[in-house]
């Protein structure tokens, strides 16, 4: 059971019960996770001036909780949040997205052009909808992350446990973890299953300020394979299997390899994404098919799969569509 005496009016010393979920996690991003929108800079100040007490001794920032113990929460005051901002329409019915539940996991189909949380001029993502549609439960942490743009499976954790599994999966390139994605290249490609080592490299842009990220002997270890699945007379449906885990390394390597994504603003085509839309496509044309990987929890196997969704199918169809006319079928 957790004890948590809310503020009533102005702050006042709160005194939180650590629970199962919480137990394990460091101080630190136990406190950032009740108090939202406080700098850490402030955080670590009130730590170290012994303002937060565990069971009523000092503690320091990297201390690990156990269940049980007792936090010294002194007042803060936090910006309040405005929860009444309606969700995007894609969220509208969270329960419809569920691909797998259990009490550690749930797993959905990611619709594109939501983020998977709220920030940066974000009001409402995915984590928010879903804690509000009551599927959190007491527990809802994202497990690993796609990109807005890019649809499909979407793991998150419902339990501390399942976090700290999802974590070690994620971060270790050779845990297990398949990472299979469909995506419409620019250009008729027929390379068969090709391995892309390449390594990645991130960076800020300077005109823009934007992450990005870019093929470079200073990069990270990264490897892709690409299979074909169809080809076109002006584009090709390929499967990307993501050996690693870097930032945009499916649209990243697809560019490398010089054919990439339609419907990509960042790393595409600029005349051909613009050329698409004639075929229906006005999103990046990226999903995040299916998912293998070990249950963080029990460690049984696991699959997870989501169809393409009615835009880019539709895409397809008006593709073989065109084809079949081109060539008299």
């Not at 339990?159 to 290249?185: C, I, M, N, Q």
């Not at 960042?266 to 613009?274: E, I, M, S």
């Not at 229906?280 to 995040?288: K, T, V």
Request: positive net charge; contains cysteine.
């Amino acid at each position: 059971m957790s004890l948590d005496i809310p503020a009533s009016g102005a702050p006042t010393v709160r005194q939180i019960r650590v629970t199962a979920n919480d137990a394990g996690q460091r101080l630190d991003n136990f406190l950032a996770s009740r108090l939202k929108g406080v700098p850490r800079t402030r955080l670590y100040r009130i730590i170290r001036r012994g303002e937060v007490r565990v069971n009523g001794g000092r503690c320091r920032p990297a201390d690990r909780l156990a269940e049980g113990d007792t936090v010294r929460v002194p007042p803060v005051r936090v910006a309040v949040r405005d929860d009444t901002a309606p969700p995007p329409p894609a969220l509208a019915q969270p329960r419809d997205l569920i691909v797998y539940e259990d009490d550690h996991l749930l797993v959905i189909d990611k619709p594109a052009g939501v983020a998977v949380h709220g920030g940066s001029g974000i009001r409402v993502g995915v984590i928010e909808a879903l804690k509000r549609s009551g599927l959190a439960r007491d527990f809802l942490e994202l497990g690993h992350r796609l990109d807005r743009d890019t649809s499909g499976c979407l793991v998150l954790a419902r339990s501390r446990p399942a976090l700290v599994g999802l974590h070690r999966l994620f971060r270790r390139d050779e845990a297990g973890v398949v990472k299979r994605y469909t995506a419409l290249l620019h250009g008729a490609w027929d390379g068969g299953r090709s391995r892309i080592d390449a390594p990645i490299q991130r960076y800020r842009d300077a005109a823009t300020g934007q992450s990005r990220a870019r093929v470079s002997d200073d990069g990270q270890a990264s490897t892709s394979i690409v299979s074909t699945d169809e080809v076109f007379p002006n584009a090709t449906l390929v499967s990307v299997e993501l050996l690693t885990g870097r930032m945009h390394q499916a649209r990243v390597h697809c560019r490398h390899l010089g054919y990439p994504i339609l419907g990509d603003p960042l790393y595409g085509d600029f005349r051909a994404n613009r050329r698409f839309r004639e075929y229906g496509l006005h999103r990046l044309f990226l999903h995040a098919a299916a998912l293998a990987m070990p249950h963080p929890v029990s460690g049984r196997p696991m699959r997870f799969s989501a169809p393409l969704d009615r835009v880019l199918t539709g895409v397809l169809d008006s593709l073989r569509s065109r084809a079949g006319r081109e060539t008299g079928e």
